[in-house]
């Protein structure tokens, strides 16, 4: 099992109803339809503007789908898991057109509203998805790092952080920060020195690259 490196202090939270826990959770038998409806939570209030989510959608997500493969062929745990869950009337199932694809949504004031306004013919959902959301995994801040394994974050090591990531990519702040640790030289300006030197000698933003300045003595600062 791999292991998690914890939650960080300025990690976006979801809001999840109080009755999910109380009620639903402690009800729910299958881990595919638990996941499922949790990444419906996350997906409705990360969407611009819709609160629906395509069955194709949830097909096309490979973190959703990777986790859902942990219990079987994934595609099917999805199927099942969207029927469980939408049998315990957690999630609300819609079909615009008879042998149409479904769209799900949270049976909530939003999602019944919506099933009215449809059956009342006054509401429609684009055919189309006009966002591409997927589940991602969510990457630690540059001041995080810095702040877990250099030192305290000055409003003066902020701004110099700052003007670091408009001038280098992600990747190389974190490495370059890996190198300070690893040489037991944990000072922002050594970081900046090897950063200046890796873009000198044009090495690509791989990990692969910051092996030869581990123990590196010629790097001054």
Do not use: C
């Amino acid at each position: 099992m791999e292991g998690f490196a914890g939650f960080e202090r300025d990690d976006t939270l979801l809001k999840v109803p109080l009755a999910f826990f109380s009620e639903v959770m402690p009800a729910v038998e299958h881990p595919g339809e638990f996941k499922v409806t949790l990444y419906m939570f996350w997906r409705v209030q990360n969407q611009e503007k819709r609160h629906y989510v395509w069955e194709r959608e949830l097909k096309s997500d490979p973190r959703l789908v990777d986790g859902l493969a942990l219990h079987g062929d994934p595609l099917k745990v999805l199927d099942h898991s969207l029927e469980l869950a939408t049998a315990r009337g957690t999630l609300l199932s819609v079909t615009v057109h008879e042998g149409s694809e479904r769209f799900y949504m949270i049976n909530g004031p939003n999602g019944r509203d919506t099933v009215a306004r449809m059956e009342a013919g006054t509401w429609q959902p684009h055919d189309l998805p006009d966002d591409r959301l997927t589940l991602r995994s969510q990457r630690r801040t540059i001041y995080t790092i810095y702040e877990q394994n250099i030192g305290p974050l000055t409003p003066m090591v902020a701004e110099q952080l700052r003007d670091l990531e408009g001038e280098y990519a992600y990747e190389w702040i974190e490495d370059a920060i890996r190198i300070a640790v690893h040489n037991n030289v944990r000072k922002l300006v050594y970081i900046i020195r090897v950063l200046e030197r890796r873009a000198q000698e044009g090495k690509s933003a791989g990990t692969s690259d910051i092996n030869q300045y581990l123990k590196d003595d010629n790097i001054e600062y």
